[in-house]
Every structure is written in C-alpha cells, then in structure tokens.
C-alpha cells in the first residue's frame, strides 16, 4: 500500500480463523497461556492444526515472543515471524503484514495473535511509570512536566478542542458509549452483558480527566485473541467462510507522536487515520455508503467521532448526531468500552463474525466492514469482504 497509487494486495488473503479465551478482570494465568488457548480456538475454528502454521505476528508490547507462543502451542518451523509497534495501533498492521506474507509466499498460515493481562497486571491506564531513554521518550518530556501522565490526560487535550471547535458540550461523548454499552449488553462474551446505560448515566458518571468521564473510557481487559490469514483460495476449502482482505494500511501522520501530537497545525482530527482512509477507499475503490458495519477502535470515545470524520462517513463536528442517528452500525460487540480492550484485535475478529453471519448483534447482508485500530499513534485500518 502506497500512499501516492493503489497496492496489488486486496483480495489476495483472507481470514480464515478467529479464537479468544475469556475476557476478564483477573485471569488467573500467564499472558503466555492466554495466548496460546487463543492460538488453539483461532485453529480448530479455521479447522487446521498448529502443523500448518509457519508464520506469526504479535505486537511489540506482547510479553510473550513469537517462539515462545510456537513452541508452547506445538507449532513447528516458522518462515516469516514481526512484531508492530505503537501499542493499540498495530492491531490491523498484524493482519496486512500476515497477508503480505502470504500474498509473496513467504508464508503459507500465519497467526496473528495479542494476548495480556492488562487488569490484573500491568495496567495501561496507569500511565507513564518509568521508562527507558529514547526518543520517544524525549517527546514525552514536553508534556509529562505538566501533568499529563495518562493516556486519558493525553487524550483529553484533544477532545477539549473538539468541543471548543464544534460548539458541543461533552454530551456528544456519550453517545458513542451507550451504542457500545447497547451492544455490549446483548454479546454473553463481553464483561457488560446485560448492562446497557442512557446518556444519563454517562452524564452523571465521575470526571476522569476533563471533558473525560470514566462511560468514556474503555476497560482494562485480561484476555487472548488470535486471528488466521491465510490465502483466499485456501481459506475457501476451510471449515469457515473467509473473510477477505479487501484493502489494508498503516498511517503515519504529518508531525505524528505517540498520543501527544498536540503541535500539529489541527487537533479537532486524527491525522494518522486520515493517511489510512485515503489508502483504504483509494485501493478497495469502495466508498463510506458501501460499508456495511464500522468497528472503530474506542479506547476513549472522542476518536470514535473524529474516525467517522476522517473516514467521510459525516462532516466535521457531525459524528456525534451522526451516531445517535445509528447511520451505521457501529461496535457490534459493544467494542473495548463494552466487550473488552483487546487492543483492538477482539474487534477485527466481530468484523469476520459479521461476514460469517454469526454475530449476536448481526447485520443484515454484512458483506463490508471497516475496521480500525488504535488512534492518537500512528494506526492501521482493514475493509474485509464476505467472499463472491
């Protein structure tokens, strides 16, 4: 995928497996264990055994390296094996590095696979502890002095300028976390089934960082999830039908940072989710009309707004009537406010049970589905296909 043409890889891999152990608070066993019940669901859904596997991919902040989660889960030789940076942004990069793979032959079944105990051990929320000198680090430095310690105070900044630009009041918010918590609350798999809430309680909910309140931000979620790409013809032959890798990309933006790109000449948009739009529509040739469901990456609910904007599916300072409206489906699986943060890959997997029919929230005739991954650093998004 070029910034500048349209790339060759849409249509050449596909989804053909999809697993997650439960999402909870306390897990009671290791990340590597996690991953690895993920890894076994996502292979017997697919109906293929850990022989067939020979490449891997996870995320640089996985504690549990791809030969590691190899040979614990009985997987042999593995030819292709990467990890991508930037925290929740790398969730869609696993599946176009694992199609890209594929796509050359370098690999013929990949796993792609995130799993943690982000509850009941290290808590992203928690923010900035300690960290080790680098560059990324001296960014930092200009905006931790000050108090911005986590990722919510991060966040923040740039949602009180959204509100300031559109003459909107944090209320707008909130609409975003009753649709999650609506769909949430039919999904038995997520943590708030059963529990849908009003734009009431979101109101009425305790500040967390101004305009911040915590119905605004997402869980912090012990669990696995692991997907299988592998190519379109194969996946055809599999126990599932395929979900197709309709277009894939990675987004970097112009003066781009990790959550605290607040020198930017705008911040009332996200930069890095406007370059993977423009890649997205340019090489499915698809349009926002032509999707079907939207699993937007809601770590905080403000970005799931300035997505819909970036990505052409309303006018700037619209989305929020926008999504009151239900113009489109959104979060079916009552998203990482809802069902659990997953950094972002529990939500690639509903986009495939979409297109496989199976979702407890179905769509009508889902053939097209956006997903999207985490926003603030730089991200990466998928349109996936239902085949023919």
Not at 136 to 151: H, I, K
Not at 195 to 217: N, Q
Not at 232 to 252: K, S
Not at 324 to 333: I, K, M, S, Y
Request: proline share 4%; net charge negative.
């Amino acid at each position: 995928m070029s910034v500048l043409h349209r790339d060759a890889l849409g249509g050449r891999a596909a989804i053909a497996g999809i697993g997650a152990t439960e999402f909870s608070k306390d897990s009671g066993r290791s990340e590597l264990r996690l991953a690895v019940e993920a890894v076994h669901a996502a292979l017997d859904d697919a109906g293929l055994t850990p022989a067939d596997v020979d490449g891997m991919v996870t995320f640089t902040m996985d504690t549990s390296p791809e030969i590691t989660v190899a040979q614990a889960a009985g997987i042999g030789d593995l030819s292709f094996f990467s990890r991508i940076h930037y925290g929740g942004g790398a969730a869609c990069a696993t599946v176009q590095q694992a199609a890209l793979a594929v796509a050359t032959g370098v690999a013929d079944v990949v796993v792609c696979y995130r799993a943690f105990n982000e509850r009941s051990g290290r808590r992203f929320g928690s923010g900035v502890q300690q960290r080790e000198p680098s560059a990324e680090g001296a960014a930092l430095g200009w905006s931790l002095p000050w108090g911005l310690l986590t990722p919510a105070s991060w966040v923040a900044m740039t949602a009180q300028r959204y509100l300031h630009a559109y003459n909107l009041t944090p209320e707008a918010f909130g609409h975003v976390a009753v649709t999650d918590r609506r769909h949430a609350a039919n999904n038995p798999a997520a943590y708030f089934h059963g529990k849908p809430i009003t734009l009431a309680d979101h109101a009425a909910s305790r500040w967390i960082v101004e305009p911040l309140r915590l119905l605004d931000c997402c869980q912090e979620t012990d669990g696995g999830q692991a997907l299988i790409v592998t190519s379109t013809e194969r996946a055809r032959d599999l126990r599932q039908p395929p979900a197709v890798i309709t277009a894939a990309a990675q987004g970097a933006g112009r003066r781009q940072e990790g959550m605290t790109s607040f020198y930017r000449d705008d911040l009332t948009g996200l930069a890095e989710m406007d370059v993977v739009a423009r890649q997205l529509w340019r090489t499915s040739g698809l349009r926002p009309s032509d999707i079907d469901v939207g699993i937007l990456y809601d770590h905080f609910t403000p970005f799931v707004l300035m997505q819909l904007e970036e990505f052409g599916f309303c006018k700037p300072g619209e989305a929020a009537d926008f999504v009151a409206a239900d113009a489109l489906p959104l979060n079916t699986h009552g998203g990482q406010l809802g069902e659990a943060y997953l950094h972002g890959m529990n939500g690639i997997a509903e986009a495939v049970r979409q297109l496989r029919g199976t979702s407890v929230n179905q769509v009508a005739g889902a053939a097209r589905a956006l997903v999207t991954a985490g926003t603030g650093v730089p991200t990466s998004g998928l349109i996936l296909g239902a085949d023919g």
